[in-house]
C-alpha cells in the first residue's frame, strides 16, 4: 500500500487483508467493513468526503446491494422519480426537512447561511468556479481542480450562485 497511497487499519488472515477493517484510498475515500482475501466482502460502508456514503454488501469484491445518502441525509433511489428540487418543489432537502425559512432570510444552498464566495465566482456545492481561471477552489481557496467538458462551464455559469 506504500506504492498506492492507501492505509489500511485491521485484522490480516495468513498476512492477507481479511476480516474488519478500514481502508483509506488517497482520494480521502474510505471503506469500513468487513474483507476477505483483501477484497470488500460482507458488510460495509464507502464514506466519501464532503459527499454522502454508501452502505451496502459486497461479494469478493463486487456490490450486490446497498443505498447511498447524500452528505445532507437525502437517500437516493433511482428507481423511484426523484422529486427533489425540481420544476414542481423547488426547496432544498433541508428544507424539506427543517422546514422553510422565515421571510427575508432566504436559502440560497442546501446549507444555509451559504458559504461566502468572491465577486465573479459561481458556487458549485463543494466549492466555487472561477471562470476566469477556469479552475475549481475549495471554499478556503485552495485549487482542487478543472471542469471536465466546456458543457460544465455553460452549465455552472447560467445555473448556479454568482458572487457579489
Known sequence: ?????????GE??????????NFLFPSGTSYIGQFKDGEFHGEGMLIFPDCGKFTGTWEHGVVVKGEYAFKDGLPYDEREEWDYCNGVDRRFFSERVDGLRPAGDEQLTNEHPAQPIPPGT??????YY???SKYVHAYDGVVIGTLLEDEDEEWITSKCRRGK
Open 1 to 9: 500500500m506504500d506504492y498506492t497511497g492507501s492505509e489500511y487499519n
Open 12 to 21: 490480516y488472515v495468513n498476512g492477507r487483508i481479511e476480516g474488519k477493517g
Open 122 to 127: 459561481f458556487d458549485i456545492g463543494r466549492g
Open 130 to 132: 472561477d471562470p476566469n
